[in-house]
């Protein structure tokens, strides 16, 4: 037996050196075309230029992508029974010759097939087929590499008569080899081992909804993001102008996964946090619940509207406004009169502000014609065509049509209506004055995640920014925005002549064409442009979306091409949601798909049967997944005093140290000991000490409840678990949140009570 796994070690890894050597060879084939390509020097017109450029860049995303898929190249492999193929036409492979399963699809330079994309519908059955429905597959194997040769094998044999062969072999398992590996502070793809019901959701079609629900560590971020890996192969087509979007929590979170994607290929995606779906923006967490709660409620659409309405002001009565010596009179009436032309035009403010100003100079030129001519006598022929500009660059004049009609950014408006009362008075009369009250803010406060939306919502109704009594700058964008386009539409025409070299099969070709499209259309182009339609958006931790956070997000998919994932019982936001139907109701109505994730794959069963008990004690309403390890540890527990807190985090942090052995270790705090703790522990550990999900060299972070939503460890340490519950802003939710963070151990260090349930 030991032979014939050593026998077919040899044989696989023999294969597994023919993928790579092909990869390196690809890899030669595009580093030599750049070279070429930048060698050509930056000489010619600007379209040489920009074509040059182009090419250079798409050279380099494939080398990119070839690199980035240099690690577990390929980890499975299907034989197939001779009826149970899914064959394509012109497809080379036949019953007898395995397929290979990897991250990319590859080919010999005849085109000969030689590993097929995990994407592609004939590797399906490599995470679909069971005992009870093979799908003609008779063993499937899991390969493990280290480097480039194959260090184990696993085989899954689904045709009983294939038993006997011996080439079977067994060990704890692909998927309990892939959970035991240390973390590192990075998300890592799960390509070699979906499971079945994860990847029912990753295969999911295009168009609708789909909301994957699951507990924690139910693997929901890794589908999600497989998903959109996924749908960028399947409907590139589709998704090639217009991309797709992922949107997390936080900064720290997107840092976690932005691994993910490029290890399995894919570039042209743009990530962002929920704090930076306004462009330019990098809004803070928003700290005060109240705000957060108010700021999110769908009303706040129509304080946005009132707030842009009511900067188009009446004048009460007549103005005198001197243009070059003369004396003319704007009334109440002329201004009423402008604005209603203004808003007829239903132009966005800004927009509508160039009719509204363009009506009052024409009148105000013709007073001032008739002054003139009045003073001069009847008789003048004088060429008057010079008065509207005048009139226009007068002094008194700007200042009066600015008082009436000021130009606006969203940042303009947002801060000044929350550093303004009688702002917010005036465009939010349906809020109590305590409300209100809590919505101030000094000016020049930062913008924080729950303007986001609002900033977004004034974008749209203020529309850009061009004031004609400035002198327009809009020529000169819109001569930006045609170069920019003639570069791109050369760029496809050229890509298509050229035909692509080296790459070996012609769908491929198209995939590396349209890869980059998407990467300069949609990436690049999509994160400036706010009102960018993307083809799909993966929203991870979506539960703590508010009504506004989701109707900016609606915005940018109007063909709601959505795969939402979250917890219900993990919200923690103040305007987040208790129930799906709750959640997405307003916009999707019931047109959604509800599908469920039923295992952990991250917490043993011992930690977390512990926090379903406290979460239930509490009365929190969760669902609860199968744990698929038992673990070797239940939930350490240390008492300590108030005063010797520090101390005892210490000492248990020393010990937990040990278990890890090198592994990733977070101590999850109370916001109020946040700072302290993290002293402590950086007097003690120094540079190995980071927040969010770590640095490369950091193995201990020290961070609060609601910033480990999402991110996981080897080990994890509470402090005073009561507190997290007890904190303004937390509640058992976020308790069960960290304990739940896990992969190995729980340590907990409390001085007060224990939360009920915590101890078995
Ligand atoms: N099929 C799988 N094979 C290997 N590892 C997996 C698999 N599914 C999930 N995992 C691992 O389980 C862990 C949890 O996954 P993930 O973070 O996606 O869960 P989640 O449902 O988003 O969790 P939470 O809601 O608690 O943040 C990750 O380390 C992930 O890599």
Known sequence: MTDTIEADLLAESEYVGRLYARLDELRAEKLEQLERTRAQGAVGTFQNMSERD???????????????????????????????????????????????????????????????????????????????????????????????????????????????????HHGEGALMAALREKRTGRMGDIVGTIQAEQDAIIRAQLPGAVVVQG?????????????????????????????????????????????????????GVVMSSVGDLYHGIHAVPEANRTVARLKGQLSMAKVIANAVRNRQRLIPEDRTLVVEGTRLV??????????????????????????????????????????????????????????????????????????????????????????????????????????????????????TEADVPLLDEAAGLLGDFADPLEGSRTAQYEADVENAKAALRNMHTMLENAGIDGVVTAEQVAGVNQETAVRLTAAERAVADRT????????DEAQELSPMQWRLLIRRCPMKSFTIVGDIAQTSAASGASSWSQALEPFFGDRFELEELTVNYRTPAQIADAAVRVAQAAGLRITTPQAVREGDWPPVLTRTTADGVQEAVLAALREELEYSAGGLQAIIVPQQDLARIRAAVEQVYGDRVGSGSGGLSQDIVVITARESKGLEFDGVLILEPAELVDEVDGGVGDLYVAMTRTTQRLHVVHARELPEGMEA
Request: a neutral charge.
């Open 54 to 168: 182009s090419f250079a860049t798409l050279y380099e995303d494939r080398i990119a992508q070839l690199d980035a898929v240099e690690d577990r190249l390929v980890f499975g492999r299907l034989d197939m029974a001779a009826n149970g193929r899914q064959q394509q036409p012109g497809d080379a492979d036949s019953a007898a010759t395995p397929r290979y399963i990897g991250r990319i699809g590859l080919s010999d330079e005849d085109l000969n097939r030689l590993m097929i994309d995990w994407r592609a519908s004939e590797a399906a059955p490599f995470y679909q087929a069971t005992a009870l429905n093979p799908r003609g597959v008779r063993r499937r194997r899991h390969l493990m590499l280290k480097g480039r040769s194959v260090a184990g094998i696993e085989d899954d044999v689904l045709d009983e008569t294939w038993l006997d062969e011996g080439h079977t």
């Open 215 to 267: 507990g924690p560590g139910t693997g929901k971020t890794a589908v999600a993001l497989h998903r959109a890996a996924f749908l960028l192969y399947e409907y590139r087509d589709r998704l090639k102008n217009a991309g797709v979007l992922i949107v997390g929590p936080s900064n720290s979170f997107m840092r976690y996964i932005e691994r993910v994607l490029p290890s399995l290929g894919e570039t």
């Open 330 to 447: 704007l009334t109440p009436k002329m201004v009423k009169n402008a604005r209603e032309r203004a808003r007829h035009t239903r132009k966005p403010y800004n927009e509508a502000r160039e009719t509204f100003v363009k009506v009052l100079v024409g009148e105000l030129a013709e007073q001032l014609r008739r002054k003139l001519e009045e003073s001069a006598g009847q008789s003048s022929t004088t060429d008057r065509s010079y008065l509207p500009q005048e009139v226009r660059e007068s002094h008194d004049v700007r200042v009066a049509l600015n008082l009436c009609w000021m130009p606006m950014t969203p940042q303009q408006l947002v801060a000044e209506l929350f550093a303004t009362p009688h702002l917010l008075a005036a465009a939010a009369p349906h809020l109590a004055e305590h409300e209100r009250d809590a919505l101030y803010r000094r000016a020049g406060s930062p913008f």
């Open 532 to 539: 960018w339609a993307y083809g799909h958006i993966v929203v």
